[in-house]
């Protein structure tokens, strides 16, 4: 497993990534625990630049471990995430590690019909490397 970013949970500028085989796992909390629309304009780029580093093939597991709370900017910006990884053949995008609260908004906003939905990384990694 390769970090691209220190394996810190403080926020910083950039995601923390860790590819593992063809699965780029992004660590939101990294970044913040709280995803309102200061902190999309704050990570924006940076997201979206880790999105676009997503080859054919590839898939995208964003991590949501620790994430307390994201507003409905934090849902544009899943889909703008979404719109460059289906660019490529093959790849593939899924949520994981969504506490409670944010289960309810993703389920009650449908974003569970849109990428698959696991309990936390390591099941995220298995289901992407196997689907």
């Known amino acids: 497993m390769k970090l691209n970013k220190g394996d810190v949970m403080s926020e910083t500028t950039s995601p923390l990534t860790k590819h593992e085989g ?29 999105s676009c580093q997503i080859k054919p093939g590839q898939s995208l597991l964003i991590d949501m471990t620790s994430v307390e709370f994201f507003g409905s900017a ?33 389920t009650v906003t449908r974003l569970d019909s849109i990428w698959p939905i696991y309990p936390d990384p390591s099941a995220g990694v298995s289901g992407l490397s196997q689907a």
């Open 22 to 50: 063809a699965v780029t796992v992004l660590h939101l909390a990294a970044c913040s625990s709280r995803w309102g629309a200061d902190q999309i304009d704050k990570h924006r780029a940076a997201l979206l630049e880790q």
């Open 74 to 106: 934090f849902i544009e910006l899943l889909l703008q995430i979404w719109n460059g990884v289906k660019q490529n053949e093959g790849s593939k995008m899924a949520l994981c590690g969504a506490s409670n609260y944010c289960m309810d908004i993703i």
